[in-house]
């Protein structure tokens, strides 16, 4: 891999569709153990420099010069609370506007490489409301001047927060004054953002919504000494519930995966070994088992209680340089939601929580009054303990679980020439994925570039599932219709995903087909639903959906069947346990048109293969 060119999967780009579609699983799999998304250096050089350029040094220079701080002495503003909210403030307003996480090429943005802010002020782009049917006013798909107004109130709001001086409270502790962003400004951006959650749950969470919103609260309801207790339990709370998340069978197949993506790391050999025997067997090794429930859930569950409780500098230096380096390590091997912006704050905020704030300094849990403690502690825990509990309820960003590889998922199949349409029929500022990159790499590596979305997704425990139900849904016809992540599409038309599959639910579906009016059979959606906490542990639910039709099929798939198979299912499709399914139903057939031959003066395809490239 160079530095402008890429890692190209060993397929001919002119013969790639003409594969079965386990034959390119199998390839394409085994291609990203080997290359990760193959992207070429610059794209990693990309990222690094708008972290460091645009987020680090952007977010240093407004959250000083603004509160009178000189950004060029880090000792005098690390620990100042008006630079820590202002931090706070920042990223999410970058969350919000889409140049955070889920941008660039990485999570399918390539021309142009932010979503967010194109889409949200903007009307008529595709809109999902959480609860239109109960929530007056709140109704419909598509977004309203009403929408882009609470949108850029919101952003507004932010933009006020970090320019004002800010204001004077009292530390109760330490006995001195201490300054902090102004209130007002804060309570407009939580309403606005409330009202605009109500019409679309996509540009909410897109914000962050589950992890700032509660700090805005804090911000603008508590003194200080309050804030900065409850901070530190929302903190801990995320921590904790990202790694109760992870204890199970699904966690250990996401390492390999994203150990295979992580630029810096170019030796083969290490990243096989994270597979049990490549390139035969590709479910996770012993030692991929090891490291993501020792040093990832373990350390996620462990140092994140200890800073919590402990009285003790040198154990609370210790913990607190762990989750440093945990969140530098997540950074490191760049994932495809790529939420970098996120992973440094909060690496900052550990320092500035549990160092300059220490418990042992009297900000500890009995600084708070106690009321107030148990609702915070129930506040934060009720969405992550609900989002557990019933998965189908409540997004995974809220439930905490963040990169677990327990996720709602779904795979869309388009009959021949069904992708375009969301071209031609549906307003949004991006094309699809496919003509994004069509116009940079041409046709036939484009389509193989979209499916190794395929294959990484094949190398998780749902990407079994999905091709299962994909197997089953369309029988030989798999081989002939266009398959996508149904992430990286939700991303070309909502602006944002992030791995949440509830963005693109039945609901999403139902906001395409009434822009597009697909023929039954042109659009096949198979959904499933992460493994919830209970009674129904180790089954995920799913549903089948021919958009034109609607639902026509749904029941549920042992988490066990699909762990223990490869990616492209040899042994076929895993089995289903079927709850229900449409009376009559009997999915229209399509067949592929009839490929052109090669044209004996063009170019060689050989040659097409060699230079297509992947990345920015």
């Not at 509160?67 to 990223?91: G, H, R």
């Not at 109500?198 to 909410?204: H, P, Q, V, Y």
């Not at 912006?341 to 500890?364: C, K, P, R």
Request: charge should be negative; include cysteine; proline fraction near 7%.
């Amino acid at each position: 891999m160079g530095l402008k060119e890429g890692d190209f999967p060993p397929v001919d780009p002119a013969t790639f569709e003409d594969m079965t579609y386990q034959e390119r699983i199998k390839t394409l799999s085994r291609h990203w153990a080997e290359f990760g998304f193959g992207a070429p250096k610059i794209t990693a050089i990309i990222y690094i420099v708008k972290l460091l350029v645009f987020f680090c040094i952007g977010g240093i220079l407004v959250g000083t010069l603004t509160s009178d701080l000189d950004p060029l002495s880090p000792s005098e503003w690390w620990d100042q609370p008006i630079f820590w909210q202002k931090a706070v403030i920042w990223t999410m307003m970058l969350e919000a506007l889409g140049v955070a996480g889920s941008w660039g090429p990485l999570a399918g943005h390539f021309k142009p490489m932010t979503g967010g802010v194109l889409y949200y002020a903007r009307t008529g782009t595709l809109r999902n409301p959480p609860w239109p049917s109960k929530v007056p006013a709140t109704a419909g798909f598509t977004r309203t001047p009403v929408d882009v107004a609470l949108y850029l109130t919101f952003i507004g709001a932010l933009v006020v927060s970090l320019a004002l001086p800010g204001t004077t409270d009292v530390d109760t502790v330490a006995g001195v004054s201490v300054d902090l962003v102004e209130r007002a400004p804060m309570a407009v951006a939580i309403v606005a953002l409330a009202l605009l959650g109500l019409r679309d749950k996509i540009a909410f969470l897109q914000a962050r919504a589950e992890q700032y919103v509660p700090a805005l609260i804090f911000f603008t309801l508590f003194d200080f000494v309050d804030m900065v207790v409850a901070a530190k339990l929302l903190i801990v709370i995320v921590w904790c519930g990202a790694a109760f998340s992870k204890v199970g069978p699904h966690f250990a197949n996401v390492i390999p995966p994203m150990v295979s993506n992580t630029p810096w790391l170019s030796h083969k050999g290490i990243k096989r070994m994270h597979y049990r025997n490549f390139p035969e067997d590709m479910r996770p090794s012993e030692r991929a088992t090891g490291l993501a429930h020792g040093a990832g859930t373990l350390v996620e569950f462990g140092a994140p209680l200890v800073l919590l409780f402990s009285q003790n500098t040198t154990v609370t230096a210790i913990a607190a340089i762990a989750m440093i380096g945990f969140h530098l390590f997540i950074i490191s091997t760049f994932p495809l939601a790529v939420p970098l912006d996120w992973n440094v704050l909060f690496a900052y905020i550990t320092a500035f929580l549990f160092l300059g704030f220490a418990n042992y300094d009297g900000y500890d849990l009995a600084a708070m009054d106690t009321g107030l403690l148990i609702v915070v502690v129930a506040g934060c825990l009720f969405f992550p303990i609900l989002g557990n509990l019933r998965p189908d309820l409540v997004s995974f960003l809220p439930s905490m679980r963040q990169y677990s590889g327990n996720w709602a998922t779904a795979m869309w199949g388009f009959a021949p020439g069904g992708e375009q349409k969301l071209n031609d029929h549906i307003k949004k500022p991006a094309l699809m994925q496919k003509q994004q990159l069509t116009e940079i790499y041409g046709e036939e590596a484009a389509e193989v570039v979209m499916q190794q979305l395929l294959g990484w997704r094949s190398l998780h425990s749902q990407g079994r599932g999905l091709n299962s139900l994909m197997m089953k849904t369309l029988g030989p016809d798999i081989d002939t219709y266009t398959l996508r992540e149904a992430e990286f599409s939700c991303n070309a038309l909502a602006g944002f995903n992030f791995g949440d599959g509830h963005f693109h639910n039945q609901q999403f579906i139902k906001a395409i087909q009434s822009e597009v009016n697909y023929k039954p059979g042109e659009f096949i959606v198979v959904f499933m639903e992460s493994d919830p906490w209970g009674p129904k542990r180790g089954r995920q639910d799913y549903w089948i959906m021919d958009a034109a039709v609607g639902v026509v099929e749904t029941g549920s798939i042992a988490v066990k069947d699909c762990v223990k198979e490869q990616p492209w299912l040899p042994n076929g499709p895993v089995a289903t346990k079927v709850d229900w399914t449409l009376d009559g139903y009997e999915r229209v057939r399509y067949e592929r048109p009839a490929r052109p031959a090669p044209d004996p003066g063009g170019d060689d395809p050989s040659q097409l293969a060699k230079e297509a490239r992947i990345g920015a």
